[in-house]
């Protein structure tokens, strides 16, 4: 987590209500003065920084990670608004076991800056995607996504703000289907068990009769 930390917020107050029936062990961010360090304190949630330059390699900076979430006894690693690629040492020791968000609609527009690229590449529709962590960028399995309009007047903000709406919606409810032992990985699908009936709607922008 590096960011200000309303993902991490949203996560906190989802298992505070009971909607997901766990607890977050432990938060780590990069960032000494991220919000997102705050908001544990005041919950009473054990917060560590882990300083990226005092390791010689990205590998060394994650096995000391590994070592602090396993100290924790963490199952389930969530990035929220983590803006670090994980290694394959961070990744082998959490398997199918660490989960991201991020603000686009994957495949479309990994990586940085995403939704200036959905604006400046003309898509009338972005969203955001909750997927597990695998090696590549941005490229893991898909658990949940939401779809949001771009509008014609759409600024970074204006559209960042839209998207992070869905992503407080839609990342706790893949930490409750995680916590449920619902996912299960078949390739490069997740499938939810017992299935879900979703509703066979259209969004079409600019609408028909337009
Ligand atoms: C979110 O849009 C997240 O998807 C992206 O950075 C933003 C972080 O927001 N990676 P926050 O720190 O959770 O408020």
Known sequence: ????????????DNTNSGYIDAGVAV?????ADAYGLER???HD????????????????YDSHIVGILNSHEVDLVILAGYMKVVT???IDAFRNRII??????????PGLHVQQKAIDNGAKFSGCTVHFVDEGVDTGPIIAQAVVPVLDDDTHDTLAARILIQEHKIFP??????????LKIQGRRVV????????????INPPLNT
């Not at 560590?48 to 060394?60: G, I, N």
């Open 27 to 31: 938060v780590i961010s990069n960032v």
């Open 173 to 182: 409810m893949a930490v409750r289907l995680y916590a449920q032992g619902r």
């Open 192 to 203: 939810i068990t017992p299935p879900v009936s979703v509703a066979d709607e259209v969004l």
């Open 88 to 90: 394959k040492v961070f």
């Open 1 to 12: 987590m590096s960011g200000s930390g309303s993902n991490l917020q949203s996560i906190i």
């Open 40 to 42: 544990a304190r005041l």
């Open 45 to 60: 949630i054990p917060a560590k920084v882990v300083d990226f330059l005092s390791f010689p390699t990205r590998e060394d």
């Open 100 to 109: 991201n968000i991020h603000p686009a609609l994957l495949p479309s527009f």
